[in-house]
């Protein structure tokens, strides 16, 4: 039975629940969405536009392999374009956007917390000492694809995207909205790949994958990594390999996960048995 002892709700009841929930959840996106529009320096000098100079601690330290190793082209981002604006309102715009955007990120652990005090009334009492752990992992995994993305990806995308050119009488004029779109969907898509073991996880607790699929199929896994792997990064390989290692790891992790939770299950039927 579910843990709570308290009469069972009603259908109006829930969504009454629900939407405390979705109001706490709004306002700590709204609080730090406000933070970040006052500490607007740090958000967009120290830390969105950051990638692109050479200062970077990515850039620099490739930079310092490269001429150790001998490879000048492991230099990125040493001649940094700039940024332009052709809108009126366009700073402003994207200062509120990156607010919102900010205030998402930093709060997604908490945004992960609401759901699950929504939902643990109605959970059994192993399956509520599941869920307060997946509160952790999810919200582990996607602050650890968003620093992935920043320290990895980012800068090399931004690299590749910032300095292609077709010809030299083409000069790029790289427009503010532009690079911060493609700086935070490059990180939320990381951030939400990098969420392949909870994935599993509750695929395999529904019985939809086991171990053995997932072994059967890493083959084909692999060959869909490596396409979303072009898609969120440069079109070269080795970004894609780069990006493809964690990816595969965190599959490899599922795989564990799955096998754990078929063991489970039928000691499980063995007790009950």
């Known amino acids: 039975m579910p843990v709570s002892e308290q009469q069972e709700m ?21 609080v730090i969405a406000i933070g970040a529009f006052i500490f ?14 050479p200062d970077f601690f990515t850039n620099r330290t490739l930079c310092a392999l490269g001429n150790t190793i001998g490879i000048r082209a492991l230099c990125i981002n040493s001649e940094p374009f700039q940024l332009i604006n052709i809108n009126m309102a366009g700073q402003f715009i994207t200062h509120i956007m990156v607010s919102m955007f900010v205030g998402l990120i930093l709060a997604f652990p908490y945004l992960v917390f609401e759901m699950w005090r929504f939902i643990s009334p109605a959970l059994y009492t192993n399956e509520r000492s599941y869920a307060r752990g997946g509160v952790f992992y999810i919200s582990l995994l996607f602050i650890l694809g968003i620093v992935f993305a920043y320290f990895v990806i980012i800068p090399l995308s931004v690299h590749f995207l910032g300095s292609y050119s077709v010809s ?14 493609t700086v935070s969907s490059i990180a939320l898509a990381v951030g939400l790949i990098f969420e392949l073991p909870v994935l599993i996880f509750f695929l395999s607790k529904l019985g939809l994958v ?10 084909h896994a692999l060959v869909i990594v ?42 499980d039927l063995k007790k009950t048995g």
């Open 168 to 181: 030299h009488e083409v000069v790029n004029q790289i427009n503010l909205l532009s690079y911060i779109t």
């Open 226 to 267: 490596l396409a979303l792997s072009a898609i969120i990064t440069p079109p070269d390989v080795f970004s894609q390999i780069l990006v493809s290692f964690p990816i595969m790891f965190l599959y490899e992790v599922g795989i564990r996960i799955s096998k754990k939770i078929v063991i489970e299950e039928k000691t």
């Open 40 to 53: 607007k320096d740090i958000i967009f000098n120290q830390i969105l536009i950051a990638p692109k100079t």
């Open 210 to 219: 086991t171990p053995q699929f997932l072994r059967k199929y890493r083959r």
């Open 10 to 30: 009603t259908f109006l009841e829930h969504l009454e629940a629900l939407r405390w929930h979705l109001v706490r959840s709004i306002l700590a996106i709204v």
